[in-house]
């Protein structure tokens, strides 16, 4: 069975920590682009991050530029999001998506992370931050 599982999620206090991990079955993410999305209630879904196929580029949002750190551990099939010194703005749900691209340009990457034309979703992980 192909899917992506999210996991990580949780309920922190502003300035505080989490990673997330996005595991892959059933397919290698190998060739893919993955990214992470989130979506807080009562608004729409925003790309957040992206990681291209050999890890040669990242890109962020600028919310969480310089705070949120994407990876990806090849021999685990599984892409990561660092995420620190987390912010109320940052409760969400959040979801990772895997695209068929094993060669993207930075544009291609943006445009991805923009527009989430992932042809994987994962079923999301709750991020709650909160005093």
């Known amino acids: 069975q192909v899917q992506l599982v999210e996991s990580g999620g949780g309920s922190v206090q502003p300035g505080d920590s989490l990673t997330l991990s996005c595991v892959a079955s059933?397919?290698?993410?190998?060739?893919?682009?993955v990214g992470w999305f989130r979506q807080a209630p009562g608004k729409e879904r925003e790309g957040v991050s992206a990681i291209s196929s050999g890890s040669s580029i990242t890109v962020y949002s600028d919310s969480v530029k310089g705070r949120f750190t994407i990876s990806r551990d090849y021999l685990k099939n599984t892409v990561y999001l660092q995420m620190n010194s987390l912010h109320s703005e940052d409760t969400g749900i959040y979801y990772c998506?895997?695209?068929?691209?094993?060669?993207?340009?930075?544009?291609?990457?943006?445009?991805?992370?923009?527009?989430?034309?992932?042809?994987?979703w994962g079923q999301g992980t709750q991020v709650t931050v909160s005093p």
């Open positions: 059933g397919f290698t993410l190998d060739g893919y682009i």
């Open positions: 998506a895997a695209a068929k691209m094993a060669s993207v340009s930075r544009p291609q990457a943006t445009d991805f992370m923009t527009n989430g034309r992932g042809s994987y």
